[in-house]
């Protein structure tokens, strides 16, 4: 079967990294996979050869058949599922949305963007390091910062507090919104469906 596009989320496998920061993109799958399942398009799919577990999404919103895909590798490992996915698949990287966590976007906020820097995420420096290109789209979370510098890990493998918890599920819809319109019509679509779903900023004095 020719599939449009693949969505990835990334996250680490688990129950004891369910709900944590650094799993934002298994979240945006979880909720493409439910918007699907209501509307009649979801079907189960082996991904033990990807090492993932995987699904084929079929929504008006998609322009299509997509695979959806969340890695059961540990995230700084990433590659070593999308890689073979995409290879077997016959599918190319400008086909693949990577949905992950960014520290540096606000909790809650949406970015789209083509290729570009890892910015220190070990899960978008393997997926690079195999595909052998940046050239990949990305959909990205906002978790913001930790208030205290160096306590990165922590932060990212911690969970929200309720504030921060109700900012990343109310931006779900938006990331699908997002993802729906690079499926319809294109980066520019998507980045501007991103950019509309963040709160406007404070004016400044």
Same mark, same amino acid.
Not at 30 to 35: C, R, T
Not at 153 to 169: F, K, M, S, T
Not at 181 to 190: I, N, S, T, V
């Given at each position: 079967?020719?599939? #449009?596009?693949?969505?990835?989320?990334?996250?680490?496998?688990?129950? =004891?990294?369910?709900? #944590?920061?650094?799993? /934002?993109?298994?979240?945006?799958?979880?909720?493409?996979?439910?918007?699907?399942?209501?509307?009649?398009?979801?079907?189960?799919?082996?991904?033990?050869?990807?090492? /993932?577990?995987?699904?084929?999404? =079929?929504?008006?919103?998609?322009?299509?058949?997509?695979?959806?895909?969340?890695?059961?590798?540990?995230?700084?490992?990433?590659?070593? /599922?999308?890689?073979?996915?995409?290879?077997?698949? @016959?599918? @190319?990287?400008?086909?693949?949305?990577?949905?992950?966590?960014?520290?540096?976007?606000?909790?809650?906020?949406?970015?789209?963007?083509?290729?570009?820097?890892?910015?220190?995420?070990?899960?978008?420096?393997?997926? #690079?390091?195999?595909?052998?290109?940046?050239?990949?789209?990305?959909?990205?979370?906002?978790?913001? =910062?930790?208030?205290? @510098?160096?306590?990165?890990?922590?932060?990212?493998?911690?969970?929200?507090?309720?504030?921060?918890?109700?900012?990343?599920?109310?931006?779900?819809?938006?990331?699908?919104? #997002?993802?729906?319109?690079?499926?319809?019509?294109?980066?520019?679509?998507?980045?501007?469906?991103? =950019?509309?779903?963040?709160?406007?900023?404070?004016?400044?004095?």
């Amino acid at each position: 079967m020719e599939y #449009t596009g693949v969505l990835v989320g990334l996250g680490n496998p688990g129950p =004891r990294y369910e709900g #944590t920061r650094h799993n /934002c993109g298994f979240a945006l799958v979880s909720a493409l996979l439910e918007l699907a399942d209501k509307e009649g398009g979801l079907s189960s799919l082996n991904g033990g050869k990807f090492s /993932c577990e995987l699904w084929r999404v =079929r929504l008006s919103q998609l322009n299509g058949t997509w695979l959806a895909a969340m890695p059961q590798t540990f995230m700084n490992l990433s590659g070593q /599922c999308v890689q073979p996915l995409l290879a077997w698949h @016959k599918l @190319k990287p400008e086909q693949l949305v990577v949905a992950h966590d960014e520290l540096d976007i606000p909790a809650g906020e949406l970015r789209f963007k083509r290729g570009g820097g890892n910015a220190g995420h070990n899960g978008l420096k393997s997926i #690079t390091e195999l595909l052998g290109t940046p050239d990949f789209y990305r959909l990205r979370l906002g978790i913001g =910062r930790p208030p205290h @510098k160096g306590d990165v890990i922590n932060w990212v493998l911690g969970h929200p507090d309720a504030e921060d918890a109700e900012r990343l599920r109310a931006a779900l819809p938006e990331a699908l919104d #997002t993802l729906f319109a690079f499926a319809d019509k294109g980066l520019e679509a998507a980045e501007r469906e991103a =950019r509309a779903a963040n709160p406007p900023k404070a004016a400044k004095d």
